[in-house]
């Protein structure tokens, strides 16, 4: 199977998984949310099984990919729920990935990250190590909205249009930590996924609330890049077992 038959397979290439101004959104500014993908049963779901996990691994959270202060982060999530299937198969969310990268994309990997009271902001960056041309995007993430996304509680900020440049913020901006004038503040209800080109400049905000603000990132990169996490490397043996044909092909293993 072909990774173009995996996308059919999934319903991303249907005439109406996204629509033309979903598309010219993600081409104009680089990114797109789409509303109401998970249901309130689902993002409870994957808030217990979050906590659980959380509660599980302790200190060693978030080992296999990164670690970061102020936030607890979980890595290798394929590997740890049937609750986190719909993060890396969902329809709608593959299609607008495959707009950005072509039908040439795996999961690169599948984490958490849920930014603290008072914490969690991040300088402006794009997920690649430098600019590239137009078009010739190597990487794509999709935000997994599992609590509302407010601008007090450490919502992402983009700068649309900024994986248009040519340019990394570190190569533009004096301090990439700054706010940028043109960036906006991405809010929306639990349940959204927000997909976004990674050449985009981004970062999460400072969380000024007294509750965590939790999100899971289902990223994604062309087929011949390494991943961030290695899928194959990690596949746990009761994980191949329950993954369909069209789910190896996607995740590569």
Same mark, same amino acid.
């Given at each position: 199977m072909t990774i173009r038959d995996a996308l059919d397979r999934f319903g991303a290439t249907a005439a109406g998984a996204l629509t033309a101004e979903e598309r010219a959104q993600l081409d104009r500014d680089g990114f797109v949310v789409l509303p109401g993908v998970l249901g309130p !049963? %689902?993002? &409870?779901?994957?808030?217990?099984?979050?906590? !659980?996990? /959380?509660?599980?691994?302790?200190?060693?959270? *978030?080992?296999?990919?990164? %670690?970061?202060?102020?936030?607890?982060?979980?890595? &290798?999530?394929?590997?740890? *729920?049937?609750?986190?299937?719909?993060?890396?198969?969902?329809?709608?969310?593959?299609?607008?990935?495959?707009?950005?990268?072509? !039908?040439?994309?795996?999961?690169?990997? /599948?984490?958490?990250?849920?930014?603290?009271? *008072?914490?969690? *902001? %991040? #300088?402006?960056?794009? &997920?690649? #190590?430098?600019p590239v041309e137009p078009g010739d995007w190597r990487v794509c993430n999709s935000v997994w909205l599992l609590d509302d996304f407010t601008p007090d509680n450490g919502a992402t900020r983009v700068v649309p249009g900024s994986h248009l440049r040519r340019a990394t913020p570190q190569q533009e901006m004096a301090d990439p930590s700054a706010p940028h004038p043109n960036e906006v503040t991405l809010t929306a209800p639990a349940g959204a996924v927000v997909v976004f080109n990674s050449h985009l400049w981004h970062g999460g905000t400072l969380n000024r609330t007294d509750r965590p603000r939790r999100a899971a990132f289902a990223y994604f990169c062309r087929r011949g890049e390494a991943q961030q996490l290695d899928q194959r490397a990690h596949l746990r043996p009761e994980t191949a077992a329950r993954l369909s044909e069209a789910e190896r092909v996607l995740l590569d293993v």
């Open positions: !049963a %689902q993002v &409870d779901a994957l808030n217990a099984r979050l906590a !659980a996990l /959380l509660a599980e691994e302790g200190e060693d959270a *978030g080992k296999e990919v990164h %670690q970061e202060a102020g936030t607890d982060r979980l890595s &290798d999530l394929v590997n740890k *729920g049937e609750e986190f299937r719909a993060c890396f198969t969902h329809a709608r969310v593959l299609a607008a990935v495959a707009h950005v990268l072509g !039908a040439d994309l795996k999961l690169s990997s /599948l984490n958490a990250r849920i930014a603290k009271p *008072g914490e969690g *902001g %991040q #300088h402006l960056h794009a &997920d690649w #190590h430098g």
